[in-house]
């Protein structure tokens, strides 16, 4: 059912919300499953194998028969003599050309090459260290790299944009590798082949990676590569991975077709095949990397075969993609593979996990479902859209498409679209969007969109992150998700565990098997893709436990791994362990570098002497992974100690993603970090030397946060903080808070669910994007529909005050109600210009919050002995661009008139405001004597008592008297001399039920503190009284006298006391 509120939005802005019940999904990866598996003895992956020398496929890191990676300095630990005479030289003189500390090159010993530089040339303009190349304005005239001094001063157009940022970096990076090849020891022709190098520029230019393949006679070398970083302008990094030499006589026209190979496999198989050419991969001719066999010579450690690449089709083939490589002269077989990557092991959305544990493990209604298509119209980042009347939805938009086994899922509606949530797991329904409207269905929706959404405002021109993604869920197997080719896939429950689809850690687990494969290298990481999957999920998550409930509930870890050591027996899974304990299992050899930037994250940042907190933590090794992983291609390799030497290492290009100045030789804001992570699990590097530097003047003060609810949007704004460059905001939602994967925004960040909270931190930066200032604290906010407040105050009625009466004051509260989750200060002004003689005081602000529905405030309205007038007192508040009033009436008053019977007013002088009143004492009056005596009391005023009223025992003709004195009557009982009598009448009386009213009488004031006695008595008659307890007691009163408990007489100031006189008693009767 849609709410009234919900039509409001839609009548005043045009605008819906589509919502959804998300269950906790956790991403499985489809690369290479969650858990390892043993294939079954009739599937297609019982045949696969691997060439032992085939690059790269050696999964514990450690090239075979060889030597690993290594410089001049630490050559004498692999022994004497390996690096030969003549290519030592060159490579001193290389090392003094451009200023390198000598013996700090790394070199490939299979190779006979450099493997890896850490350099600081400018090659662009920039600001990284010694850079004086400067951009040039256009002038329409062709762009051209000149000469300015020795210093090498250029200048160059000014790039605009990501393509532009691209190719001038090629250009320079070819123009410098071209001028130093004979160097490097390569062939610039094997290299820049059109169309082949790929890039990704961050921070508009502020680091720029590339990545680029090598080619032979225009075929590509597998395993064979370029690399390069540069940060600020500075080229910084460059590498050659496997660049061995391949004999200028090698031949690259195959001898056999394209069917032949097909044919190889079919016949090792022993199955047909269904398609030779398909969707799976491209067939291709390549040149392959080998490992030399044997212990090889300085130089001959690499071998090159021409091979066919395909992937085939067979009868009854199941999800595996089998990829081939066969030898395109003999017709040998070096690879069968299955290359999908498996994870084994408003709607309703599982927020983390669909275990029940905890409140992140229950399915949550009303999350939004963004970006889905509705209609002609695609939701927003709220799940908003703004189509009137009826529309439709399905589980398809430009960035996810969702393919349901259960079924297809589909809902229309007017007014918005609930998608709803359901108990149960797998084909459950909530009975509404058809039957694939599931707990897989909305959770992987949501999820999905949501980390996509964060990625791309950290790699904005990643184009796979621009595509969409097709999801296939609740697959009829179990204990499984995996991604290939046709995209991502997960698996029913069953067999002790979870649905795949509705644990968000496998969900995006498996997503970053797709960012790991569709980055800079364009293939999975070596040696396993495991690990930097399960630091995507967990560093969205901010959980170390991946895929959360994949084997049911439990206090543990209940995923398929956790990638904190610490928590799995407290030791760190090194490069050494792994060649122990995991053979060729990638999830095992994951845990190598997954560990060290968990670590990096959860502990070493938090720690001295960086003592960051956990968000800024959080942010810090985020940038990182999303800036190094990109062009990682083999996190570690070689051998431990140091098994991240290579060039293109994760030590290596998280050193490069986190440098500051163009010069990573000396040192990186985080460095020591960093090190310190990698170096725990074995696959650090010991060169460059360790040292943090840089990000001089950075903030160490947190800027404080300001955020104002506004329709589908929030504002953000915050306090200055000394040092800062630039700020940047980053928001997240759901059950974690800021303890989750964010997203970074703009000062207005727009696309926000009304209702729901979202939560924001910002950092200051110092003078580069790897600078790091605190954090602000984590601040939540909902968005609504016009937030807004409404201003009472009371009295309704006037407020009086009395003419040329000395000054007085009156205090009136004024309530302020708040509507659609107003965050922020209401100023508050009062004005009393219209009321002459009256002035107003009123509290200046009231700061409030989305929790507080109402606040009270308080108006003090003064007169002085000048006020002549009537008016009005208006009291106002504030709030962005809604101003709210009301009026306080205020009258001024005569002094007779202004409905308050004053001190010296009484009923004669001013009936208006002194009207008569009458005290009642209603006793029973069981019993009488012809006299009654009592006293009364006033409180702060002179009281004229003008009148009684009695009742008599009988009815008939008497004569009253009425006596009194000042004071008490005790003691004066009987002395007629101490009495004055002040009335005497004769009445007829009306007996016991009828009060007889007598006349007025003369003047009696009761004056205060001492009060006045009086004694009624009555001739041939009785007045009745009743029996108390206590003489002197109070029995009646208002709020002007007091009545006491008093006696009845016989006889009139005669006789014997106590003959004479009953004590106590209350009078019947009543006094005016």
């Known amino acids: 059912m849609v709410s009234s509120w919900h039509h409001l939005i839609r009548e005043k802005s045009r605008s819906m919300n589509l919502r959804l019940l998300l269950g906790s999904p956790l991403l499985l990866s489809t690369t290479n499953g969650l858990i390892e598996t043993p294939p079954e003895n009739d599937s297609l992956a019982s045949f696969a194998f691997v060439h032992p020398h085939l690059h790269p496929t050696v999964t514990d890191g450690e090239t075979p028969d060889g030597y690993p990676s290594f410089t001049p300095q630490t050559q004498n630990l692999l022994g004497p003599d390996i690096l030969p005479t003549a290519f030592q030289d060159s490579l001193t003189e290389f ?61 160059l157009t000014s790039p605009s944009n990501a393509d532009e940022w691209a190719e001038l970096a090629t250009s320079a990076l070819q123009g410098w590798m071209s001028a130093h090849a004979s160097l490097l020891e390569i062939d610039t022709d094997e290299l820049f082949e059109p169309e082949t190098v790929r890039t990704a520029v961050h921070g508009n230019g502020d680091t720029i990676q590339l990545h680029i393949p090598r ?110 490589i066969v030898d395109a002269q003999s017709g040998e077989i070096y ?125 904005p021109d990643n184009s796979w ?9 609740n697959i009829n197997m179990s204990c499984n998700a995996f991604m290939n080719a046709d995209g991502l896939n997960f698996y029913r429950s069953g067999n002790g565990c979870a649905n795949t689809g509705e644990l968000t850690g496998v969900i995006v687990h498996e997503w970053g098997h797709g960012l790991d494969y569709y980055d800079l290298t364009n293939s999975i990481a070596s040696p396993s893709g495991e690990g930097i999957a399960d630091i995507y999920s967990a560093l969205y998550m901010a959980d170390s436990c991946v895929g959360r409930g994949f084997f049911g509930a439990g206090s543990g870890c209940t995923g398929v791994r956790d990638i904190d050591y610490q928590k799995t027996g407290g030791t760190p899974r090194t490069f050494s362990w792994s060649r122990k304990n995991c053979g060729n299992k990638v999830h095992c050899t994951g845990l190598v570098y997954s560990d060290a930037v968990w670590s990096l994250y959860k502990r070493i940042l938090q720690e001295a002497p960086y003592n960051y907190d956990g968000n800024t933590a959080l942010e810090i090794v985020t940038r990182l992974t999303y800036i190094a992983a990109g062009n990682i291609d083999t ?111 703009a000062t207005t960040d727009t696309g926000l669910m009304n209702g729901r909270e979202y939560y924001y931190i910002v950092i200051p930066k110092g003078p580069n994007e ?74 200046p602000s009231m700061d409030l919050s989305p929790s507080q529905s109402q606040a009270t405030i308080s108006v003090v309205i003064s007169s002085t002995n000048s006020a002549v007038a009537d008016g009005n007192v208006i009291v106002s508040g504030v709030y962005g661009s809604i101003t709210r009033a009301t009026a306080i009436p205020v009258s001024i008053l005569p002094k007779c008139g202004n409905k308050n019977c004053d001190l010296d007013e009484n009923s004669r002088l001013c009936p208006a405001d002194c009207a008569d009143r009458i ?18 009391d006033s409180g702060n005023r002179d009281v004229e008592i003008t009148s009684f009223d009695i009742h008599t025992q009988a009815e008939g003709n008497a ?112 006094i005016q």
């Not at 992150?465 to 869920?473: A, N, T």
Request: charged share 20%; hydrophobic share 35%; aromatic share 10%.
């Open 635 to 745: 996190w570690y390799s070689g051998s431990p100690p140091f098994g991240g030497c290579n060039s293109a290492s994760g030590y290596r290009q998280y050193l490069a993603a986190d440098d500051d100045n163009g010069n990573i030789n000396d040192g990186t804001p985080h460095m020591q970090a960093i090190f310190k992570a990698f170096n725990d699990q074995e696959i650090a590097c010991n060169t460059p030397a360790v040292r943090d530097s840089g990000c001089w003047g950075t903030p160490d003060a947190a800027p404080q946060l300001t955020i104002l609810s506004r329709n589908m949007k929030a504002e953000i704004s915050w306090t200055a903080v000394l040092g800062a460059s630039n700020y940047q905001i980053f928001r997240t939602e759901g059950v974690k808070g800021c303890e989750h994967g964010k997203a970074l925004v």
């Open 215 to 324: 080619t032979y006679k225009g075929i590509t070398v597998s395993g064979s590569r370029a690399m390069a970083t540069i940060k600020l302008g500075n080229l910084i990094n460059l590498g050659l991975e496997q660049w061995g030499t391949i004999a200028d006589d090698f031949d690259v026209q195959p001898q056999t077709s394209l069917e032949d190979a097909y044919d190889a496999l079919k016949i090792y198989t022993g199955t047909a095949l269904n398609e030779r050419v398909g969707a799976k991969c491209t067939p291709e001719l390549q040149i392959a990397t080998f490992y030399s066999s044997g212990k090889a010579n300085f130089g001959e450690g690499y071998d090159y075969k021409l091979v066919w690449r395909v992937c085939p089709t067979f009868e009854g083939q199941g999800v595996e993609i089998m990829e081939g």
């Open 919 to 936: 005290l009642v004492s209603d006793h029973p009056g069981a019993r009488a004597a012809p006299g009654f005596m009592f006293y009364v």
């Open 95 to 155: 090392e003094d050309s451009l200023n390198l500390v000598p013996g700090t090159t790394q070199i490939d010993y299979l190779s006979g090459r450099i493997e890896c530089l850490t350099l600081s040339v400018p090659i662009l303009p920039g600001g990284g260290d010694g850079n004086r190349l400067l951009w040039r304005v256009s002038t329409g005239a062709e762009d051209e790299l000149r000469d300015r001094s020795s210093a090498q001063e250029r200048t």
């Open 959 to 1070: 004569l009253i008297q009425i006596y009194t004195r000042r004071g008490n009557y005790l003691g004066h009982e009987m002395n007629r001399d101490d009495w004055s009598l002040i009335h005497e009448e004769s009445v007829y009386l009306r007996g016991p039920k009828t009060p007889t009213e007598l006349r007025q009488m003369n003047e009696a004031v009761v004056i205060p503190k001492r009060g006045a006695s009086f004694f009624i008595w009555s001739y041939q008659n009785a007045i009745l009284y009743d029996a108390e307890t206590a003489e002197g007691a109070q029995f009646a009163f208002d709020s002007f006298l007091t009545l006491h408990e008093g006696i009845g007489i016989t006889g009139l100031f005669e006789g014997n006391y106590a003959d004479e006189v009953y004590s106590p008693r209350a009078f019947k009767g009543n």
């Open 465 to 473: 992150l621009k595509q969409r993604l097709s999801v296939k869920v």
């Open 770 to 843: 790897s600078c790091f200032g605190p954090a602000s604290a984590c601040t939540a906010v909902k968005p609504s529909f016009n937030p807004s407040f409404q201003l009472t105050c009371l009295p309704a009625s006037s407020l009086n005050f009395t003419l040329n009466e000395p000054a007085s004051s009156s205090t009136v509260q004024c309530t302020i109600d708040t509507f659609g989750g107003l965050d922020g200060t209401v100023t508050l002004y009062c004005d009393s210009s219209t009321v002459d003689g009256v002035a107003c005081n009123v509290t």
């Open 335 to 459: 690879s069968f593979v299955d290359k999908v990557h498996y994870f084994e092991a408003k709607g309703g959305v599982y927020p983390i996990s669909n275990d029940n544990v905890g409140f992140d493990g229950m399915a949550h209604v009303g999350w939004p479902m963004p970006y889905m298509a509705v209609g002609n119209e695609i939701t927003d980042g709220g799940g908003n859209y703004f189509n009137d009347g009826s529309v439709s939805g399905t589980f398809n938009g430009p960035y996810v498409r969702i393919k349901d086994v259960c079924g297809s899922a589909s809902l229309s509606g007017y007014d918005g679209l609930d998608w709803s949530t359901s108990g149960g797991d797998d084909c459950k329904t909530p009975g509404s969007g058809n039957r694939g409207n599931t707990h897989s269905s909305r959770t992987n929706w949501y999820h999905l969109n949501k980390v996509i959404e964060a990625a791309r405002s950290r790699l």
